[in-house]
T-cell receptor, first 111, second 112 residues
Framework: GEDVEQSLFLSVREGDSSVINCTYTDSSSTYLYWYKQEPGAGLQLLTYIFSNMDMKQDQRLTVLLNKKDKHLSLRIADTQTGDSAIYFCAESRSGYSTLTFGKGTMLLVSP | EPEVTQTPSHQVTQMGQEVILRCVPISNHLYFYWYRQILGQKVEFLVSFYNNEISEKSEIFDDQFSVERPDGSNFTLKIRSTKLEDSAMYFC??????????FGSGTRLTVV
């Protein structure tokens, strides 16, 4: 079945860039997502990319997709302490099919 | 901004008891979902619901689970006889015809 893998933990200093990586196995994945979960909060959609794109930029966030290697990354520029959260990579075959999530990467930003 | 609301935020129940987790999806959304996350594990799909019936369910969603949209605004997940391994964070989500789930903040279920 489909699988999504992420590293579990990343620690950066405030002002640095953070890069969170994700790999997936389903070659039929069409939509790839990044969700953010702050303590006690729900899953907040940060950004998404279609499989026919290789990059998407949205303010401080840059998503890179290497479809050949099934590798997705999320870069956060000028990381702030408020970016500390768990970041989930997810994929789906269509915009309305079920999501397959990774375990999440805990990002810790220190001052 | 419209939200998906889940209650309670934390529920403790004894093994074998029935529990109902409640969700109020966004009012113009048509598709409803339950996902869960066991501590330290991945967020897993449980069930999707559209047009007053289950459209898809995972193998986790066995006969102990049921969903209902009793009154046009609430969307509930019932676990008939809870087991220790049902302890997890349960997330409700809804969406319109197009992509873009909106998730609730979750209910943490602890079975003791």
């Amino acid at each position: 079945g489909e699988d999504v893998e992420q590293s579990l933990f990343l620690s950066v200093r405030e002002g640095d860039s953070s890069v969170i990586n994700c790999t997936y196995t389903d070659s039929s994945s069409t939509y790839l997502y990044w969700y953010k979960q702050e303590p006690g909060a729900g899953l907040q959609l940060l950004t998404y990319i279609f499989s026919n794109m290789d990059m998407k930029q949205d303010q401080r966030l840059t998503v890179l997709l290497n479809k050949k290697d099934k590798h997705l990354s999320l870069r956060i520029a000028d990381t702030q302490t408020g970016d500390s959260a768990i970041y989930f990579c997810a994929e789906s075959r269509s915009g309305y099919s079920t999501l397959t999530f990774g375990k999440g990467t805990m990002l810790l930003v220190s001052p | 901004e419209p939200e998906v609301t889940q209650t309670p935020s934390h529920q403790v129940t004894q093994m074998g008891q029935e529990v109902i987790l409640r969700c109020v999806p966004i009012s113009n959304h048509l598709y409803f979902y339950w996902y869960r996350q066991i501590l330290g594990q991945k967020v897993e799909f449980l069930v999707s619901f559209y047009n007053n019936e289950i459209s898809e369910k995972s193998e986790i969603f066995d006969d102990q689970f049921s969903v209902e949209r009793p009154d046009g605004s609430n969307f509930t997940l019932k676990i008939r006889s809870t087991k220790l391994e049902d302890s997890a964070m349960y997330f409700c989500a809804s969406r319109t015809e197009t992509y873009g789930y909106t998730f609730g903040s979750g209910t943490r279920l602890t079975v003791v």
